[in-house]
């Protein structure tokens, strides 16, 4: 990948409930085993699972991770989510409207601007709640995004929300049912992170 962070982002994706140790992150399920280490992203798929399948890829993918470069740790956005408080599993770390639109579509994101300059985690409340949090090159970047998918989101009817900008950090807050909730939590966060 492009940074250890893209690597950790493309990885973090769609995690797997079970977790064995080997590079910087991964998790196995039905035969596929994900991992990340660096900036590399492996996933080692078995024909067919059968015993032993999870010990054969582990030992696999820990032979392939000893010759590559060490890790970098998970992106500093991310660690800022995590100890914001937001659920760890539900954090997904990127750059891009594609993969945005992936996670919750909203006709308006198209007016973060969202590019490769733009650090960006989506993740959940832990009272319920959704949190997209996104830091441009510029404050005048964050203030030009904050204002214009504010408009949008209000015309496209998107039910609870609120925006809180702190220097080059946009934070968005959705999904909590009060006005005065999101409003509490976006400040909160922007304070924080």
């Avoid at 890790?71 to 750059?95: K, N, Q």
């Avoid at 709640?129 to 204002?147: I, K, M, N, Q």
Wanted: hydrophobic residues 45%.
């Amino acid at each position: 990948m492009g940074s250890p962070a893209d690597a950790y982002g493309v990885f973090h994706w769609d995690l797997a409930a079970e977790r064995p140790a080997v590079g910087e992150g991964a998790c196995y399920e039905a035969g596929l085993l994900k991992l990340w280490t660096g900036r590399f992203f492996l996933r080692l798929l078995a024909e067919r699972e059968q015993e032993g399948t999870l010990t054969g890829l582990t030992s696999l993918a820990r032979a392939v991770t000893a010759s590559l470069p060490g890790g970098a740790g998970r992106p500093s956005v991310v660690r800022r989510a995590e100890d914001a408080g937001l659920i760890v599993d539900s954090l997904r770390y990127f750059h891009r409207l594609e993969t945005l639109n992936a996670i919750g579509y909203y006709e308006s994101w198209q007016h973060l601007e969202l590019a490769a300059e733009t650090d960006a985690v989506w993740g959940e409340l832990p009272k319920g709640g959704e949190v997209l949090v996104v830091w441009y090159p510029t404050g005048d970047a964050a203030r030009r995004a904050g204002s214009a998918v504010a408009k949008a989101l209000a015309r496209e009817s998107a039910g609870v929300f609120s925006i809180a900008r702190r220097e080059e950090m946009l934070v968005i807050v959705l999904g909590t049912g009060e006005l005065t909730v999101a409003q509490a939590e976006a400040q909160r966060l922007a304070d924080l992170m």
